[in-house]
């Protein structure tokens, strides 16, 4: 499926905010603990879907994988669905789409919700083994 | 909408929602998700008029959650912030 010319503008926008933000994320570390916790974190005492992620994204730019999927299981793979969704989006040649995007499968979306809602309440259960998915 | 002609299928937002579970912490990326499963289901068996009102909601969904998220994060900055910076300076600018 190729973009409208509208579409690729917020694309455009898009990733250049996230070019902006990656430096920040390579020379700041989020486990320094000079930032605030997570709002939703300090008042449930619950992880969240997306807790971990900056710490994750800090790792992955530095190289170390195994960190990132320490601190959260679901932000790699995340950033390689995205990758493959928006590269399906924009990069095409003689209009056609270099590759299939991961999340226009039939299913994808009921997998998506069964993958993290199992991921969000497995990460919650206190102890081995599960102490793993915790950030 | 004719029954005879299939329409062109309505997006899902998916990209969207999966952005919006991984940074915001909120439950809309989810609500988002499942109405994107909601518009595969739909446009499958060929109800696409509740295919599209479906889209629309997810859409909805991913942008309050990304546009709630924000607004939360400016909110909570301003509340902790002092002390987020106050520890900062301590480590002499050092994050």
Redesign the interface.
Known sequence: MVASFNTRKYYIFGAVGILLLLPLYYFWNPEGGAFPACPFERLTGLFCTGCGSQRALHDLLHGDIAGSFGHNLLFPPAILLLVGHFGNRILYVKGKSLWKSPLDGRYAPAILLGVVLVFTVLRNIPGQPFSFLAP | MSDQLEPQKPS?Y??L???C??????PA??VS??Y??R??ETF?RGEYELAEKYSSNAKTWGIVGLVVGGI?VII??AL??F??FA??ME?GGQ?
């Open positions: 899902n998916l990209a929602a999966i952005i579970t991984v940074c915001c912490c909120l990326g989810i998700i499942v994107a499963a518009v595969n499958a939360g909570y900055l902790f912030g002390g987020f520890a900062l480590n994050f």
